[in-house]
């Protein structure tokens, strides 16, 4: 990352009028991404389906068939006692059906996991890119208050200056035409500034009542390893369950295998025939012979092998989109340092501007010009700091969310 850029941003900042500074109290962002932790309905749903899968696989019983036990009980006619019979059998599975389907449970919490993980990334990241709008809008709102007190005092000037006789009626028309544009601009960014708190009000349940300020700093740096978040992508959450389902797949291949092998039903049985007590012991074998899990192996190998191939192929892509985050980190970071350089000289120009036509040196022509040209500036740089810290919002997203 240039770190020149970011010296440069943060020495400009500090002299900037008016600068993004944080709030003295209110949310950070930190402290809105644990509430969304929290209360977030999709994210607490996912770690649900996830506790299901847990509890499937803690509950699974050691063996398939649970043990048989049959009896019987009659008399043949005429005879003088009654007979019966009592049975008692289990089927054992061989191959390795019984690990496999454990493989499989397993497999399944994993991908319920890593959805859960990546449903949360996903939420993360909206939460990130409405909190970040909510600190724009603020600063948004600051930088029309500010224009609403200049267009006052303008408009004070050209009265003034029309009393005196020094200006035209016209002066102080355009003067006060100003003034009520600034005020509009203000009640549009009151309205920007609710509709962002809003959605980030519902993105963490928040009551409709429950008081929300912000508090942060569009451009805060943030230093970046390309070598770390590079490494990050094995672990990311849908990379995660791809390979959980690939482990699903490869499960259900050994569950195939194992289905070629015979089923085992061993049993004792007792009973009593015309006054004779017995004891039996049995064996009962199953014979694969037609369904061998022969379709289960096919299916499941070719999903195996699309799985393969599809994790390699997310991993590109999310290399690729990393790399082309960075990029764009850097480039939206030197782009807010030169408007961040320029935005105090204008500020200071707009101010000896002011106190120009007051004294009559320049025109209210002259002044409206240098102004406009100042508020857009100063809004550029605004909307540059907003691009920055969601370039940044973007690179925590990809890098799994957890910064």
Not at 42 to 54: C, D, H, P, T, V
């Amino acid at each position: 990352m240039n770190t020149g850029c970011a010296v440069v941003l943060c020495t400009a900042l500090a002299a900037c009028v008016p600068s993004p500074s944080p709030a003295a109290e209110g949310m950070t962002l930190d402290a809105a991404l644990e509430l969304a932790r929290q209360r977030s309905p999709n994210i607490l749903a996912s770690r649900g389906r996830a506790a299901e899968a847990q509890a499937r696989l803690r509950a699974r019983p050691a063996l398939r068939d649970n043990p048989e036990i049959e009896g019987s009980y009659g008399a043949r006619q005429g005879a003088a006692s009654s007979d019966f019979e009592v049975g008692l059998s289990q089927t054992v599975e061989l191959g390795g059906r019984g690990r496999a389907r454990r493989m499989s449970d397993e497999a399944g919490l994993g991908r319920e996991t890593a959805d859960a993980d990546e449903t949360e990334r996903t939420i993360l990241r909206e939460v990130r890119t409405a909190f970040l709008r909510g600190l724009h809008a603020g600063e948004r709102l600051r930088l029309a208050h500010s224009v609403e007190a200049d267009a006052v005092e303008l408009n004070r000037i050209a009265e003034r200056r029309r009393a005196s006789g020094d200006v035209a009626d016209l002066e102080v028309n355009v003067a006060a035409s100003g003034l009520a544009r600034a005020r509009a601009e203000v009640k549009a960014a009151e309205a920007a500034q609710a509709a962002a708190l809003g959605d980030l009000r519902a993105l963490l349940d928040l009551a409709p009542g429950e008081p929300l300020s912000l508090a942060g700093d569009l451009a805060a740096p943030r230093p970046y390893d390309p070598v770390q978040l590079l490494a990050t992508v094995d672990r990311r959450p849908e990379v995660r369950a791809l390979e959980a389902q690939l482990q699903e797949a490869e499960a259900e291949v050994r569950l195939g295998q194992g289905l070629a092998w015979p089923e085992l039903t061993p049993g004792v049985r007792y009973e009593r025939d015309q006054g004779d007590r017995v004891v039996w012991a049995g064996l009962r074998i199953t014979l694969p012979v037609f369904d061998r899990g022969q379709q289960l192996r096919a299916t499941g190998q070719a999903r195996a092998n699309r799985l393969r191939t599809e994790v390699e192929a997310r991993k590109r892509v999310l290399r690729n989109q990393l790399q082309s985050a960075l990029a764009v980190h850097d480039l939206r970071l030197a782009a807010a340092s030169e408007l961040s350089a320029n935005s105090g000289r204008l500020a200071d120009n707009e101010a000896l501007a002011r106190r120009s036509y007051e004294v009559g040196q320049i025109g209210l022509a002259e002044l409206l010009l240098l102004r406009r040209e100042s508020v857009d500036s100063r809004r550029e740089w605004l909307d540059s700091l907003l691009e920055l810290a969601q370039a940044r919002a973007e690179l925590d997203s990809l890098a799994g969310g957890s910064r």
